[in-house]
Each structure stands twice: as C-alpha cells, then as structure tokens.
C-alpha cells in the first residue's frame, strides 16, 4: 500500500486546480485559486439541498430530514449542497466585500450511530459568511480584539457550514453550550486545495497536504457558541476509551479495523480521520465520531498558536 504521502503527492498533481507548495515572502500575492464547479447531482446516499448564503451566520436553507425509530441506525442519512438561496457569493473566484463566500457544494454523511429514542434528524446548510477564514469568528471582530482581513477565496472554510439536529439527546447543555447526544459518525467532503492555499497564505512556510495532515491540524471544525469562534481539536463532551486520532484512511476501513458497530461506537467518541480521494480531490472527506450536535464545517487553516509548535519544522526546511 502506498504511503499517505505518495498518495497526497499523486492526488495533487493530478489535479488542475492545485496549488504551488513553496513558500514566498509575506509582501508576496499568494497564487490565484479558483473553487471547482459544485456538483449538479447530490453524491450517492445523500439526497439535494440549498444552502443559505445572505452572509448571515444564524440563517441556514430549507431543512431536509429523516425520521428515525428507537433502536435504529443514524446511517443513511445525508445531503449535498446543489445549490443557494441567493444570487450573492456565487464567484467563484475573489468573492465582493459584504458577500457570502462561495458554495462548495459540500456533502455530509452520517455513518454510523444508534437512536436511543424516536427522533427525527435535520440538516440545513450555509455558506461561510465573509469573515469565517482561518479559525476565526463569524464576524470581523476577532477574540481579544483585532479584526482579520477578506482578501482573497483561499481565506475561507474548506466547505459549506453543516447545521445537524435531531440526534436524540442524552442530556442537557453544558457550559459550553453543547448538548449531549447519542454517538454518531459524522462525514463531511473538503477541498484538499483550498486548504493548502489557506495555509500558504497565512505563513511563509511552504506547507504541502501532507505537511498539514500529518501536524494532525486537518481535522472536522465545530463552531462554539459561547466564543463565537471556529475551534478543532477533540470537540466531544466524553471521549470515549478507545477514540484514535488523525486516522489516515476511510470511516469503513477504521470501522473494519476496530470492530466499530452502532452499540459500541460510544467507545470511539473522539476519534477522527480522513481520506483523500485521488480520482476526484473535492470527493476527499473527514469523519469525527461526535456526541454533540452543532455547526460543522472543514476548517483550513491554524490560528496563530498552532503555527508556532511548527517553527521548529520550517526553520529547518527552509535552511535545507
């Protein structure tokens, strides 16, 4: 079997839209990105929805939902973004100051996981407002002050923003804001692109995929409502004894692996991966086995702290 860096390497060069990899000096324009052509048929089991994209982080298109019985499996539930509400943010290259970002035309699945009760499940979607880049908040402002720039399409999410409800609930919130629910595997496509771009504009270094993949920093992003920012991490109320991280390979692969099924997925609540597919890069797609529900979406690029654990790294790849 390949490497997971053969395969990055395979992947990006294979595809028209990829980034350069060397880094450039901060006075310098990053390179032009241009998002791909969203699908005009919703990815096999999932069914169309619209996503919202007047720039408003608490508007989100029509739901689409699934009814499910006591006792039965959250798998088979998903939906793909087909198209917008509006006719703002549509660009697909430099998005207009004051817009919404363009749609991705994301895909989430959920994989896995076992109602505890009879509920029903939603889905609505948006696109990423103008200033949600970076890990940052929904707005200009960021935390402890400051504000970030909107200066190009690489500065965004790496895919639509998924709002989940419905799963059945096990609790009540916590301090946090999270409410606590049954487990559940939940699967969201990406642009392997995008993400490169995001980070190579942010930093000097010449980051590659593999790069960020391997820094365990591409993971599935949560949005926390009492800090109104985009986080990443373990986003769960209780991991579960055996969650693994940064896992390089498919939700089925991982399930094959470690014997997962819907009554013993609470064990691996926590754990998180990812796949790249190298026949279609915007088909590649992280999964996280969550016990919460909330907005999720692909967040491209580290936020200041996390760069400066790789300094050591560029340093030295830049004084090779």
């Keep these: 079997m390949p490497s997971i860096n053969t395969v990055l390497s395979f992947a990006l060069a294979a595809s028209a839209t990829s980034v350069t990899c060397a880094g450039w000096d901060s006075s310098t324009v990053p390179p032009p990105y241009t998002l791909p052509a969203p699908p005009t048929v919703a990815r096999a089991g999932t069914v169309a929805a619209i996503a919202d994209n007047s720039n408003q982080a608490n508007v989100f298109g029509t739901a689409v939902t699934w009814a499910r019985a006591s006792g039965s499996s959250?798998?088979?539930i998903g939906s793909?973004?087909?198209?917008?509400?509006?006719?703002?943010?549509?660009?697909?290259?430099?998005?207009?100051?004051?817009?919404?970002?363009?749609?991705?035309?994301?895909?989430?699945?959920?994989r896995a996981g076992q109602a505890s009760s009879a509920t029903t499940v939603s889905m609505q979607w948006r696109t990423a407002?103008?200033?949600e880049f970076y890990g940052s908040s929904t707005s200009a402002e960021q935390p402890g002050g400051g504000s970030l720039p909107d200066s190009g399409p690489w500065n965004t999410l790496g895919s639509d923003v998924l709002k989940i409800s419905g799963i059945a609930a096990t609790g009540s919130l916590d301090s946090a804001g999270r409410l606590p629910t049954d487990a559940y595997t939940l699967e969201l496509t990406f642009d392997p692109n995008i993400i490169v771009a995001g980070y190579q504009n942010y930093d000097t270094y010449g980051w590659t995929l593999a790069d960020i993949i391997n820094a365990g920093e591409l993971q599935l992003g949560y949005f926390d409502p009492v800090l109104g920012v985009w986080t990443k991490g373990i986003n769960v109320i209780s991991a579960g004894a055996q969650q693994q991280g940064n896992y390089q390979g498919s939700w089925d692969a991982f399930a094959a692996a470690n014997g997962v099924t819907d009554g013993n997925l609470s064990q691996f609540v926590g754990s998180w991966g990812l796949v790249i597919d190298s026949a279609n890069l915007t088909n590649s797609r992280i999964w996280s086995v969550l016990d919460h529900t909330s907005l999720y979406a692909v967040v491209p690029a580290p936020g200041a702290l996390a760069l400066l654990g790789f300094v050591g790294l560029a340093g030295a790849r830049r004084r090779r």
């Design 129 to 131: 407002t103008q200033f």
């Design 80 to 110: 793909t973004v087909l198209g917008t509400t509006l006719a703002v943010g549509e660009s697909t290259t430099t998005p207009i100051i004051g817009t919404a970002r363009p749609q991705f035309g994301s895909s989430a699945w959920i």
């Design 74 to 76: 959250y798998a088979g």
